[in-house]
């Protein structure tokens, strides 16, 4: 173990030297390449073993992966390098902070720099103990009351208290920095809204919308901020002129608390729909911005610091030293349980939980790189200190979080042995049977050129020198992000006003949210709605509520389309439709043959409708009628979406003339013979 002694030797005299603010960090060299020797273990004669992909392997409720961190060798000619950390996968890692550009970590005679404190990541350690965690244990270091003890002048043996922390109320405590593996940790859990027992396996149907609670608990944290930054006081010899001068240097910060829901088959996003609301940061709330995106099979929700100003050590403190981390919650609205879902199956959801700090302090106002010219090694040398040109370089610091599952939560269906893993889970039970729309008969004789004489996109027969008079119909109809097409999906209100407004060819260039009160600025269907409002498309005035989100029903739809659709005098035979409001609408789009009823007599106006069903009653509206032979022919050049293959479902055609522009034909009994796709 003299290797180890030796270590401790050097830690003990360089901590006396060091304005540090985290742990130091001895490496493991495996070759050229260096790893923090928090993901090391020491072997029986002494040496550090690198264990960083035994921890990313271990560690299964983390989502780990294996980062590069840029560092600068202090005497080896300062020197830019590398070392090894295992990160939560989507977390802002080091080098990719707002920080990096201020200050860069320094590795000091191969000792890491002050590199972070890792709460939950390494499975068998705490990344807390200030000096060589793996093989120190607390209870052996003699630094370790430096963060529940105020620093004392040693001079004069008085407390020297700064920013007035209070000893028996601010820090955590001795126990707990013993013990901060166990007593340290952050503890999510992830449930369905409103349901009271977190454990509880819920029932959901198909078609079910889903809004998740993602809750976070850290407690004890803005006691452990404040106990580190004390920690710095204590750091390069107990006098009140060193204490001073931390609390009198420079400081810049970055936060990001990052959330990670895997989703599984059988649960679609709603991207329309997708909204994550913040609950616990009080007043820190206004600090974060709120980021969704979607990445691999993952929905991710950041929150991140707005904005990284430098400001004074002491004024930095003060704005952070109170945020509390102890009851954070998201509220994830957007997700639905998939119409094909395997009913009687459990289907789990797993979340993933990760936050990292990220701050730089510095003597002088401007933030220096370590450089032959700017070395905090000259923390302690009068000769240098303060001589322009020879500034100390900055001191950067990288806190990293990784949550686990809270226990009171555990779910009943969690996998054994993974307790850690934070879960949410539900049986799917079947939803209500919508009855597949009897098919509507190709008209046997061509209709009359008028028949929708306000439609721009009706062909034109040409015929010039008995040419081929090649037409072009445009893609009404677009999929999701995710690849999918979701033909079985509820169509929105929004959704259908816009897809009429494309095939009517209507100027969508307005985007303002003036003409009703529900709408949004910035959203993707203002200028559908706004143009079909100037049309005399919608029956709602001006100022009213126009609910875009709003599954729109068969009745809404029909009363849609009567504004483009001929009139006619036919009454339908539903009994279900008399005196309904939209009787009228109803009876015309049935006299039209653009929508059928139910077996069993009925019409069921006040239904939902989805989207293969509407591009089925809209192809014939505007007689766009789907060339199936060239489609099963040119496979190729068809996108098949992931959850509709090639006629793997009743409306697999009609929903390929919707979402694919292709050059046609208008053959003489008003079919279509396809020329080529557009991609």
């Not at 929105?492 to 816009?498: G, L, P, Y």
């Amino acid at each position: 173990m003299n290797k180890i002694k030796k270590i401790l030797a050097i830690l003990c005299t360089f901590a006396l030297i060091l304005p540090i603010f985290s742990p130091l960090n001895v490496f493991a060299e495996e070759g050229k390449e260096k790893v923090s020797s928090y993901f090391c273990q020491v072997d029986e004669d002494g040496n550090l073993v690198n264990k960083i992909n035994e921890i990313i392997k271990d560690n299964y409720w983390s989502n780990l992966k294996e980062v590069n961190v840029e560092t600068i060798d202090s005497d080896e000619n300062f020197a830019k390098s590398s070392f090894k950390i295992a990160l939560p996968k989507y977390l802002l890692d080091p080098d990719n902070t707002r920080i990096q550009n201020y200050a860069t970590h320094i590795d000091f005679s191969g000792m890491g720099g002050s590199y972070s404190y890792n709460f939950g990541i390494v499975p068998n350690w705490s990344g807390v103990n200030p000096f060589c965690q793996p093989y120190l244990p607390a209870t052996q270091n003699a630094y370790m009351p430096r963060y529940y003890e105020l620093p004392k002048n040693e001079s004069k043996n008085e407390v020297v208290n700064p920013l007035n922390f209070d000893e028996n109320k601010d820090f955590v405590t001795k126990d707990e920095i013993e013990d901060t593996l166990n007593k340290l940790k952050f503890l999510a859990d992830l449930k369905k809204k409103d349901s009271k027992d977190s454990k509880k396996i819920d029932e959901l149907k198909q078609g079910d919308s889903l809004t998740l609670d993602f809750k976070l608990s850290a407690p004890w944290f803005n006691r452990f901020y404040k106990s580190a930054h004390n920690f710095a006081f204590h750091v390069g010899g107990n006098t009140e002129g060193n204490i001073m001068r931390v609390y009198n240097s420079y400081a810049i910060s970055d936060a990001e608390i990052l959330f990670d829901l895997k989703i599984p088959e059988g649960i679609e996003l709603v991207d329309k729909d997708l909204k994550a609301e913040v609950n616990g940061l009080g007043k820190y709330t206004d600090k974060f911005s709120t980021e969704i995106k979607q990445q691999d099979d993952c929905l991710l929700i950041s929150l991140r610091k707005k904005s990284s100003e430098i400001k004074k050590y002491y004024d930095l403190i003060n704005e952070e030293k109170d945020i509390d981390l102890s009851n954070v919650s998201l509220e994830i609205s957007g997700l639905k349980v998939a119409n094909n879902a395997n009913t009687n199956k459990d289907i789990t959801i797993n979340g993933y939980v990760s936050g990292m700090y990220d701050h730089a302090t510095s003597e002088t106002e401007k933030f220096y790189k370590a450089d032959a010219n700017h070395n905090s090694h000259y923390w302690d040398d009068d000769k240098v200190n303060g001589t322009p040109g020879k500034e100390n370089s900055a001191m950067r610091t990288y806190w990293s979080f990784a949550a686990v599952q809270d226990p009171a939560g555990l779910d009943e269906a969690a996998p054994e042995g993974k307790p850690n893993l934070i879960s949410y889970t539900f049986k799917v039970k079947a939803g209500e049977v919508t009855p597949t729309p009897t098919p509507i008969p190709e008209p046997e004789v061509t209709p009359s050129l008028k028949i929708h004489e306000y439609t721009p996109t009706y062909p034109v027969y040409v015929s010039v020198d008995k040419k081929e008079v090649i037409n072009t119909h445009d893609q009404y109809i677009f999929g999701y992000p995710d690849d999918t097409i979701r033909p079985d999906g509820d169509m929105t209100r929004a959704e259908a006003i816009a897809v009429v407004a494309r095939l009517q060819k209507l100027d969508l260039s307005d985007k303002s949210s003036k003409i009703y009160k529900d709408t949004k600025a910035d959203m993707w269907y203002n200028g559908a709605i706004n143009a079909a409002y100037r049309e005399g498309y919608l029956l709602e005035k001006e100022g009213e509520n126009i609910r875009p989100n709003d599954k729109i029903t068969r009745a809404e739809l029909a009363e849609l389309i009567s504004h483009i659709d001929k009139k006619n005098n036919t009454v339908a035979p539903f009994e279900d439709v008399k005196g309904h409001k939209f009787e009228a609408a109803i009876n015309q789009a049935y006299g039209n043959e653009r929508i059928k009823g139910y077996p069993d007599g009925t019409f069921k106006p006040d239904n939902t409708i989805t989207r293969a069903e509407v591009a089925t009653m809209l192809n014939k509206l505007y007689d766009r009628y789907p060339d199936e032979k060239f489609i099963d022919a040119n496979q190729d050049v068809v996108h098949n979406y992931k959850d509709m293959s090639h006629k793997g479902h009743w409306g697999y055609y009609e929903l390929v003339e919707a979402y694919h522009t292709h050059k046609y034909l208008r053959l003489s009994n008003n079919m279509e013979e396809w020329k080529e796709i557009i991609k």
